[in-house]
């Protein structure tokens, strides 16, 4: 455990490596925030608060969101509330704070790529995400196209990448097939995952690796025709773990 101050918090911090469903339901890191708060005459000492957790879009502008809280914390405050030791106002007031505190932490950290809280807030949704709708969708697209070649090694023996040459079985190829981006499990994840797919290609600079192009005999000579230079230079390579038995001349 760290304490940093952050405005005129000091915040006792725990990473750990702990890892958690985050802000879009993907794989993220927990942190946990610990601070005294005081509201009226009323002391909570050590209250959690934690980070990274996955928020539901539909409460996105109410204040506080983004932040989860101790709920033994909160129970002790509105204790306070009853016994005229503080008002509802004030317990208020500290949790926003406290919130809006965090929130311009992480949005000094570029958590999620974002710079702003409608970016912080965005999740796939937002005016410059629907202006890249066509564009991702485009990608998503020819990576299924590719995919869906890969299931026919005899009819696509080649599968090429920039200046590389592959054979179709070929361990970086099956490895491209398997990349993190444009996959999912069952059709309702799909709009789902394109709209993580769209976030991520508008506010950060996160590209998915593209699969490799799966290529028949006829595509390929084409391809490789293509990048022979005026003196007859190759401008291709064949990969030198699969060594694919392909003309160099």
């Given at each position: 455990?760290q304490?940093r101050?952050?405005d005129?918090?000091?915040f006792a911090t725990?990473?750990?490596?702990?890892?958690?469903?985050?802000w879009d339901?993907l794989?993220a890191q927990?942190?946990?925030?610990t601070?005294?708060?005081?509201?009226?005459?009323e002391?909570v000492?050590?209250?959690r608060f934690?980070?990274?957790?996955d928020?539901h879009?539909?409460?996105r502008e109410?204040?506080?969101?983004?932040?989860?809280?101790?709920?033994a914390?909160?129970?002790?405050?509105?204790d306070?509330?009853?016994?005229?030791?503080?008002?509802?106002?004030?317990v208020?007031a500290?949790?926003v704070d406290i919130?809006?505190?965090?929130?311009?932490k992480?949005?000094?950290?570029?958590?999620r790529?974002a710079?702003t809280p409608?970016?912080l807030?965005?999740?796939?949704?937002c005016?410059r995400c629907?202006?890249?709708?066509?564009?991702?969708r485009?990608?998503?697209a020819?990576?299924?196209?590719?995919?869906?070649r890969?299931?026919y090694?005899?009819?696509?023996?080649?599968?090429?990448?920039?200046?590389?040459?592959?054979?179709i079985?070929?361990?970086e190829v099956?490895r491209?097939?398997?990349?993190?981006?444009f996959?999912?499990?069952t059709?309702?994840?799909?709009?789902?995952l394109?709209?993580?797919?769209l976030?991520?290609?508008t506010?950060?600079?996160?590209?998915?690796?593209?699969?490799r192009l799966?290529l028949?005999?006829?595509e390929?000579?084409r391809?490789?025709?293509?990048r022979?230079?005026?003196?007859g230079g190759l401008?291709?390579q064949p990969?030198?773990?699969?060594n694919?038995?392909?003309a160099?001349?």
């Amino acid at each position: 455990m760290q304490s940093r101050s952050v405005d005129r918090y000091v915040f006792a911090t725990t990473a750990g490596g702990i890892t958690v469903s985050g802000w879009d339901g993907l794989p993220a890191q927990l942190e946990i925030f610990t601070v005294t708060v005081t509201v009226g005459s009323e002391t909570v000492p050590d209250m959690r608060f934690y980070g990274g957790l996955d928020h539901h879009p539909i409460r996105r502008e109410i204040q506080g969101w983004g932040v989860a809280v101790e709920l033994a914390g909160v129970m002790q405050m509105l204790d306070a509330i009853t016994t005229a030791k503080t008002d509802i106002g004030e317990v208020r007031a500290a949790l926003v704070d406290i919130a809006e505190t965090l929130e311009r932490k992480w949005l000094g950290e570029g958590v999620r790529g974002a710079s702003t809280p409608d970016s912080l807030r965005c999740f796939g949704d937002c005016p410059r995400c629907e202006a890249n709708v066509a564009d991702v969708r485009r990608i998503r697209a020819e990576v299924n196209r590719r995919r869906e070649r890969y299931q026919y090694p005899d009819r696509y023996p080649y599968a090429v990448s920039g200046r590389s040459v592959h054979r179709i079985t070929c361990r970086e190829v099956k490895r491209s097939m398997q990349s993190l981006g444009f996959t999912s499990d069952t059709a309702e994840d799909e709009e789902r995952l394109f709209r993580i797919e769209l976030r991520a290609y508008t506010h950060t600079d996160v590209r998915h690796e593209e699969p490799r192009l799966p290529l028949t005999p006829e595509e390929f000579d084409r391809w490789r025709a293509e990048r022979v230079g005026p003196q007859g230079g190759l401008r291709y390579q064949p990969c030198k773990i699969c060594n694919p038995d392909i003309a160099l001349a």
